[in-house]
């Protein structure tokens, strides 16, 4: 949201809001489990209020509006108690520990990043096999030794993570931010390359969403600037968003301000600047629809001017020679390509260099080596597409096969770019080209302990509720048979236009070595498919999200894929709402569930995190007919008393500032006090995490063998041992 998940929310108003509380009852929160694993279930009690809101004439039941206030000392303890359940649950479940030994054989392996050049100097995250946490280094683009500038591994004892980085174009000094508790919340520091020593004057706070833009000399950059006014509410800061401009050695109080914030919560303001430094653009992002955009020509013009305002359509420009290329949806929905003269940048004026194609949605386009690469999706995998600067076919750029590829890393005069290559069956790997003569080499690889040759993938298509085709993935052994026997694990997200794309994931090889399925779906929401894909899964149409990731399920059973009585279904942040939404209205169909720090309550979720920034998502509840919607699928206020509920594994983080934790705790004590199947509800808090998680590797192993050994137990699919 930033996509609620990606590095991406209005209180209701009075007239709309009544609602009455009855005295609060003694507080009773045991800390122990009332069943064990064995006998199949595992619940902490939780105290229930009579709270109803009438809201637009409807009656609305909130009875664990109290666990939104994570402040209180009840809430804690019923924090501590609930994590201490799940923990006590998971590690006693049979074969976890074979799964932890596993897993830290596959991602205690190296990792490595796709570089950065700037100046004479390549930048990359690496981790070595024995680290927590990947580390910033740097070396000559012409070869040489390797060297560590940044390695978080020892910041607050691990604590602190290492957010945006991002090089001056001489590549002598690195602006980066700390991001404490792995959350979205950073303050930005800067770096000297040659002497690794921090600048103690250039310590920027309020950086949450700084993307430096640094000037062609390196003496400054613009940056987003978030403050923090005592008494302000998460959900009203985004409105409180500045452009700014820091002069290196100077302290932040005399940054200058550039652009003022809009006031409006619902939107986003970012900047970028051109390499030369001679235009500025700022943009007024209204979630993930559209956008406004103003350019200003440093050094000629006193003021903004826009470029385009007002449009509900997306817009991205890159400048370089004085020139604007423009990738937008205005028109086309799986996006075109416009130049236009800086001088002359009014609407009139652009000339379409790439048509829209109709097979394919264009995702993003660079700028590199005098070329322009386009990053193509094709039925969901990976194009990379090479044009002139007018528009005029190069090549393609040659993959070895099938899977995601981010598009090229370089610079716009050099002939030499970056890019990596991921699939379900090959590990991440980063190339080296020249645009040239289209000569390319591996540059880096993941090498991981597995035979990625055992594994298979299909993509096929399934109807959906109303008949729509969707596209799925579907990952496997080679001798698992199609036979309807197999268990299976399905994820999807299906908002924001993001596209789920083939990826290497190496902690659901044992999952896939027990003989599990893995399938991916391409939910509308998404942006597989282009605009009109998204919008089809957005505002009023977001019970056609649930309805595709349901289908997906069904078509998985019907076509002997997998064994219908075990699929579970995974997803987080907005696939977190997926999951819980499918769960409730169809709490038939699936094994087990997996959800990851959600959105759940939709008609409270814009007064706590960043969900004001997402109304134009899903619409704004204080307004009468999105609440209509809204409450209509709101997974929270659908758990019906009395169903029999699957097994429930909540995932949730402690320092999540995106999306509030409040959601998944009301909604794991509403599950508990309603299910009638006596299952497990299970709530687990990462401690020292954001909502991306936590980012050391031994977190990840704990949380992956929990979910995995939840998967075996709920399915059941043979215990793995040791080895």
């Known amino acids: 949201m930033r996509p609620i998940f990606l590095n991406t929310l209005v209180l209701l108003g009075c007239s709309a809001t009544s609602h009455t509380v009855t005295p609060p009852e003694p507080v009773t929160t045991p800390t122990t489990p009332i069943a064990s694993p064995d006998a199949g279930t595992a619940r902490v009690q939780t105290r229930s209020e009579t709270l109803v809101d009438t809201l637009f004439g409807q009656k609305v039941a909130d009875p664990y509006r109290w666990l939104e206030d994570e402040k209180s000392a009840e809430v804690q303890a019923w924090m501590v108690a609930q994590d201490a359940?799940?923990?006590?649950?998971?590690?006693?479940?049979?074969?976890?520990?074979?799964?932890?030994?596993?897993?830290?054989?596959?991602?205690?392996?190296?990792?490595?990043?796709?570089?950065?050049?700037?100046?004479?100097?390549?930048?990359?995250?690496?981790?070595?096999?024995?680290?927590?946490?990947?580390?910033?280094?740097?070396?000559?683009?012409?070869?040489?030794?390797?060297?560590?500038?940044?390695?978080?591994?020892?910041?607050?004892?691990?604590?602190?993570?290492?957010?945006?980085?991002?090089?001056?174009?001489?590549?002598?000094?690195?602006?980066?931010?700390?991001?404490?508790?792995?959350?979205?919340?950073?303050?930005?520091?800067?770096?000297?390359?040659?002497?690794?020593?921090?600048?103690?004057?250039?310590?920027?706070?309020?950086?949450?969403?700084?993307?430096?833009?640094?000037?062609?000399?390196?003496?400054?950059?613009?940056?987003?600037?978030?403050?923090?006014?005592?008494?302000?509410?998460?959900?009203?800061?985004?409105?409180?968003?500045?452009?700014?401009?820091?002069?290196?050695?100077?302290?932040?109080?005399?940054?200058?301000?550039?652009?003022?914030?809009?006031?409006?919560?619902?939107?986003?303001?970012?900047?970028?600047?051109?390499?030369?430094?001679?235009?500025?653009?700022?943009?007024?992002?209204?979630?993930?629809?559209?956008?406004?955009?103003?350019?200003?020509?440093?050094?000629?013009?006193?003021?903004?001017?826009?470029?385009?305002?007002?449009?509900?359509?997306?817009?991205?420009?890159?400048?370089?020679?004085?020139?604007?290329?423009?990738?937008?949806?205005?028109?086309?929905?799986?996006?075109?390509?416009?130049?236009?003269?800086?001088?002359?940048?009014?609407?009139?004026?652009?000339?379409?260099?790439?048509?829209?194609?109709?097979?394919?949605?264009?995702?993003?386009?660079?700028?590199?080596?005098?070329?322009?690469?386009?990053?193509?999706?094709?039925?969901?995998?990976?194009?990379?597409?090479?044009?002139?600067?007018?528009?005029?076919?190069?090549?393609?750029?040659?993959?070895?096969?099938?899977?995601?590829?981010?598009?090229?890393?370089?610079?716009?005069?050099?002939?030499?770019?970056?890019?990596?290559?991921?699939?379900?069956?090959?590990?991440?790997?980063?190339?080296?080209?020249?645009?040239?003569?289209?000569?390319?080499?591996?540059?880096?690889?993941?090498?991981?302990?597995?035979?990625a040759s055992r594994y298979t993938s299909d993509q096929v298509r399934y109807p959906s509720k109303d008949g729509t085709e969707v596209t799925m993935f579907i990952v496997r052994k080679k001798d698992v048979a199609r036979d309807g026997t197999a268990p299976a694990l399905l994820y999807g997200y299906g908002g924001f236009n993001v596209s789920m794309t083939p990826s290497f994931i190496k902690t659901l090889i044992p999952w896939l070595d027990a003989g599990g399925v893995y399938a991916l779906t391409n939910l509308r929401g998404g942006g597989e498919y282009g605009k009109a894909w998204h919008e089809a899964g957005m505002f009023k149409n977001k019970q056609k999200v649930f309805d595709d990731f349901i289908g997906a399920a069904e078509a998985l059973g019907k076509e002997k894929w997998a064994d219908p009585k075990r699929i579970a279904i995974f997803g987080g942040s907005n696939g977190g709402l997926l999951v819980g939404a499918a769960m409730v209205q169809r709490p038939d169909l699936f094994g087990a569930v997996v959800c990851a720090v959600p959105l759940l309550d939709m008609v409270r979720y814009t007064q706590f995190g960043s969900g004001r920034t997402w109304a134009e998502e899903y619409g704004d509840p204080s307004v009468e007919a999105d609440f209509g919607w809204l409450l209509a699928y709101s997974p929270y206020h659908h758990v019906v008393a009395g169903t029999r509920y699957p097994p429930l594994l909540l995932l949730s983080s402690d320092h999540d500032d995106r999306v509030d934790p409040m959601h998944a705790r009301k909604f794991a004590a509403l599950v508990e006090a309603s299910s009638a199947s006596h299952q497990p509800v299970l709530l687990r808090i990462e401690r020292n995490a954001g909502h991306g998680g936590a980012d050391q590797v031994k977190q990840a192993v704990a949380q992956s063998a929990d979910m995995l050994a939840f998967l075996f137990l709920e399915l059941g699919v043979p215990s793995p041992t040791a080895p």
């Open 85 to 451: 359940n799940a923990r006590a649950f998971l590690e006693a479940l049979p074969g976890r520990t074979a799964l932890v030994k596993r897993l830290e054989a596959l991602l205690y392996v190296g990792a490595i990043g796709v570089p950065v050049e700037r100046g004479t100097r390549l930048f990359y995250m690496k981790r070595d096999a024995h680290q927590e946490k990947a580390v910033l280094c740097w070396r000559a683009k012409e070869g040489g030794a390797e060297k560590v500038l940044l390695d978080p591994n020892g910041w607050d004892g691990g604590k602190t993570s290492l957010g945006t980085w991002v090089p001056s174009w001489d590549g002598k000094r690195v602006a980066f931010g700390q991001n404490p508790n792995h959350a979205d919340e950073a303050v930005m520091h800067l770096v000297d390359v040659d002497t690794g020593k921090w600048s103690e004057v250039d310590v920027l706070e309020g950086a949450k969403y700084a993307g430096p833009s640094w000037t062609h000399n390196g003496r400054g950059f613009y940056y987003e600037y978030l403050p923090n006014p005592a008494g302000t509410a998460i959900a009203d800061r985004p409105g409180l968003t500045e452009i700014r401009f820091h002069t290196l050695g100077e302290p932040q109080a005399k940054d200058t301000l550039v652009r003022a914030a809009t006031h409006d919560a619902t939107t986003f303001l970012s900047q970028s600047l051109s390499r030369d430094g001679k235009v500025l653009l700022v943009y007024v992002v209204h979630g993930w629809t559209h956008n406004d955009v103003y350019m200003k020509r440093l050094g000629r013009d006193r003021d903004f001017k826009p470029l385009v305002v007002g449009q509900r359509a997306q817009y991205s420009v890159d400048v370089w020679k004085g020139y604007l290329y423009v990738l937008t949806d205005e028109g086309a929905p799986r996006k075109r390509l416009f130049r236009a003269s800086v001088d002359r940048p009014l609407r009139e004026a652009w000339k379409q260099i790439v048509p829209e194609d109709a097979q394919a949605t264009l995702q993003g386009t660079s700028l590199v080596g005098g070329l322009l690469s386009l990053d193509y999706l094709k039925a969901a995998t990976s194009e990379l597409r090479l044009v002139t600067l007018l528009g005029k076919p190069v090549r393609k750029v040659a993959l070895p096969e099938l899977g995601s590829v981010s598009n090229l890393q370089g610079q716009e005069d050099s002939p030499v770019a970056y890019y990596s290559l991921t699939s379900f069956t090959r590990a991440f790997e980063v190339y080296r080209t020249n645009l040239r003569t289209g000569a390319t080499t591996l540059w880096a690889k993941v090498e991981v302990p597995v035979d």
